[in-house]
């Protein structure tokens, strides 16, 4: 059986949100992880309650948690920004942990695939990490001359809001770190004809 594909890139920014109030995120040279997240952040933890995005579940659930950490691409980051006709979009603004470089369509990494880092972290691939309006009101308050920021940046960052994943190997991750991402063996499922 062949390998599974490799791709390369790398980490721009490391950022970490302590407050509970906010989920603005402030950029750090380096986090530790552990299996539970980053120490600290907001997101860290082994579980976490059942919300919107989990509906088979009573809201408020302890689940496991498969959202310890947020990643962006900082290509998909230029083309929101174009997008909503602005200068730029932050990792910051969007509560992003990871900023990465150099991988092609970020969002679309497959659940599974996993995201090595040269200090022994490794994130594992959860899902897309679905845009929704909160973040487009911090975008909006940087932009206060341009009509409803908040609403247009669901349409505008759909399929390219970046990824959530869970630490699968306590480590380092630094600014600047050289990435190499494993994608999951292929496979397709087909329901047995009755």
Same mark, same amino acid.
């Given at each position: 059986?062949?390998?599974?594909?490799?791709?390369?890139?790398?980490?721009?920014?490391?950022?970490?949100?302590?407050?509970?109030?906010?989920?603005?995120?402030?950029?750090?040279?380096?986090?530790? $992880?552990?299996?539970?997240? *980053?120490?600290g952040d907001?997101?860290?933890?082994?579980?976490?309650?059942?919300?919107?995005?989990?509906?088979?579940?009573?809201?408020?659930?302890?689940?496991?948690?498969t959202r310890?950490?947020?990643?962006?691409? %900082?290509?998909?980051?230029?083309? $929101?920004?174009?997008?909503?006709? *602005?200068?730029?979009?932050?990792?910051?603004?969007?509560?992003?942990?990871?900023?990465? $470089?150099? *991988? !092609?369509?970020?969002?679309?990494?497959? !659940?599974?695939?996993?995201?090595?880092f040269p200090?022994?972290?490794?994130? %594992?691939?959860?899902?897309?990490?679905? !845009?929704? *309006?909160?973040?487009?009101?911090?975008?909006?308050?940087?932009?206060?001359?341009?009509?409803?920021?908040?609403?247009?940046?669901?349409?505008?960052?759909?399929?390219?809001?970046?990824?959530?994943?869970?630490?699968?190997? !306590?480590?380092?991750?630094?600014?600047?770190?050289?990435?190499?991402?494993?994608?999951?063996? +292929?496979?397709?499922?087909?329901? +047995?004809?009755?």
């Amino acid at each position: 059986m062949p390998p599974s594909p490799q791709l390369f890139g790398r980490a721009v920014r490391v950022l970490v949100c302590t407050e509970q109030k906010t989920f603005v995120t402030r950029e750090l040279a380096e986090v530790r $992880v552990t299996f539970e997240g *980053i120490d600290g952040d907001r997101h860290a933890g082994h579980t976490r309650p059942a919300d919107v995005r989990t509906p088979w579940y009573p809201k408020g659930t302890p689940i496991r948690n498969t959202r310890q950490l947020s990643l962006v691409s %900082a290509e998909e980051l230029a083309v $929101v920004a174009q997008t909503l006709g *602005i200068p730029k979009v932050l990792a910051s603004w969007l509560g992003a942990n990871l900023e990465l $470089v150099g *991988i !092609p369509r970020l969002t679309f990494l497959p !659940p599974g695939s996993r995201i090595f880092f040269p200090e022994d972290a490794v994130l %594992a691939v959860e899902g897309e990490n679905e !845009p929704c *309006i909160g973040p487009g009101k911090v975008i909006g308050e940087h932009h206060p001359d341009k009509e409803k920021l908040a609403s247009r940046f669901v349409k505008a960052a759909w399929e390219k809001r970046g990824l959530v994943a869970w630490v699968d190997r !306590p480590g380092v991750i630094r600014a600047g770190d050289e990435v190499r991402v494993m994608l999951p063996k +292929p496979v397709t499922y087909v329901l +047995p004809e009755r």
